[in-house]
């Protein structure tokens, strides 16, 4: 693959940016508008991440959105409703998110139940239970000092940016340079060859489900803390932005295959156009309308990367 073809949606993101800047209304600040992009859609890159795992692996996962709201919903439940100490109702939260990852693990590895029915199930189960746990509506009443662990700003962006990077290169770098990494490509390419090689499948299929579930947790710890709450309404709306930007990835960095940072520089273009029609007046609609196409289009170009490669 030559350098054009891996950077190219970098390239479409820098001409978005050029022509909304031109466009959008002159009392603007295109600084503080880069500032709200930026701050945006991290939970996104935190769930995109887990997906990106278990769809390298040659998984499907459908329950982040759910193990995220319950994780979300349990940190201020089990801190202001019952009485828990936060970091507590903190490692409650993430045992939570890893009980249902070890859910799906079990089911689809351990018994081979397809794992589009099964995560499907996870989702709305977890799902239920954070709108049970909330009393169905939004829990507050966190500490707001905790917020500046989320929000708190660091060369102008929040925190909340940063975790999200750091987390891209670390499971980049894993990825990429370490035998964990090479094994999970192995798995995702041809499972049969990679247990002849020896590779343990089935530890990388469950542990794929587990990082997933981890990054699902963590997501929903964040969010919730600077947020001060949760209302578990709002995590469907985070299903779609994921998976465009997981596809969408696969067009950028390591054409063809599921990447951590081409679904990062992923992320921000989506939010980047969606932020930007909004700007220019185009509200409530397009946001569904932008994503739906988004994946639409990211899912096709995918699937023909996909197929190029493995040819």
């Known amino acids: 693959m030559d350098l054009l073809s891996r950077y190219a949606l970098v390239i479409l993101w820098i001409i978005m940016l050029l022509v909304l800047l031109a466009l959008v209304p002159g009392d603007v600040s295109p600084i503080n508008a880069m500032r709200t992009v930026f701050s945006q859609i991290t939970p996104v890159v935190f769930l995109a991440l887990g997906v990106v795992i278990t769809m390298a692996v040659g998984e499907f996962d459908l329950s982040f959105a759910g193990i995220f709201s319950i994780a979300a919903v349990a940190v201020p439940s089990l801190a202001v409703l019952h009485g828990w100490p936060v970091l507590l109702a903190v490692v409650g939260a993430i045992v939570i998110a890893l009980v249902f990852g070890a859910i799906n693990a079990a089911l689809v590895v351990g018994l081979g139940i397809n794992s589009v029915v099964v995560t499907l199930g996870t989702w709305s189960v977890a799902g239920g239970l954070a709108f049970l ?31 999200g990077v750091i987390l891209v290169v ?22 049969a ?42 995590a469907s709306a985070y299903l779609l932005p994921t998976f465009a930007a997981v596809f969408l990835g696969t067009v950028a960095v390591v054409p063809g295959r599921f990447n951590p940072l081409g679904m990062l520089i992923a ?28 994946l639409i289009i990211a899912v096709t170009v995918s699937h023909l990367l996909q197929r190029r490669v493995k040819s």
């Open 133 to 163: 746990l909330s009393g169905e509506t939004t829990v507050s009443g966190l500490d707001p000092a905790l917020a500046a662990i989320s929000t708190g700003r660091f060369l102008g962006l929040p925190h909340l940016f940063w975790y």
């Open 193 to 234: 060859v990679a247990s002849l090689a020896g590779i343990s499948v089935g530890r990388v299929r469950i542990g794929a489900y587990l990082a997933s579930s981890l990054l699902a947790g963590l997501a929903g710890v964040v969010i919730s803390i600077g947020n001060g709450g949760f209302n578990p309404a709002s």
């Open 267 to 294: 992320a921000y273009f989506l939010i980047t156009g969606v932020f930007g029609l909004q700007l220019l007046g185009l509200t409530g609609w397009v946001t569904e309308v932008f994503y739906g196409a988004a």
């Open 170 to 191: 670390i499971v980049a770098y894993i990825m990429g340079a370490t035998p964990i990494g090479r094994h999970m490509t192995f798995v995702g390419s041809n499972r």
